[in-house]
């Protein structure tokens, strides 16, 4: 089985940095038994202000099963996953013509 990598982007609101941050720190248990058993493995998310100002998140995770589709849509009808992002999405900013984060394209990776 080969692992899949998948990086996506979105935007934040400044107002809600804290709020984001503490609902994603270790001590909050959040939604990573979901990511788990969906097959999602080193899921990160980091922050950045880029030049045109606003703030940013980007995602990275691997995927480790054999059936991302179903995984994903096991995942996305989940009553916890549900709402877990009823609380985050009001926090993020999709980039225009996007409702939720923007997928990127894999250019290079090092093993």
Not at 9 to 30: C, F, M, N, Q, T
Not at 48 to 77: I, Q, S, V
Request: hydrophobic share 40%.
């Amino acid at each position: 089985m080969a692992v899949q990598r998948f990086g996506m982007v979105i935007g934040v609101r400044e107002e809600k940095v804290d709020e984001y941050k503490a609902v994603h720190a270790d001590e909050h248990p959040g939604v990573r038994d979901l990511l788990e058993r969906a097959n999602m493995r080193n899921f990160s998310i980091f922050i950045e202000r880029l030049p045109d100002g606003k703030l940013y998140l980007f995602g990275y995770y691997e995927y480790h099963g054999t059936d991302r589709e179903g995984d994903m849509h096991r995942l996305a009808e989940d009553p916890r996953n549900v709402e877990w992002l009823a609380m985050t999405d009001p926090m993020q900013i999709p980039l225009p013509g996007e409702a939720s984060w923007r997928m990127m394209e894999q250019v290079y990776f090092n093993a």
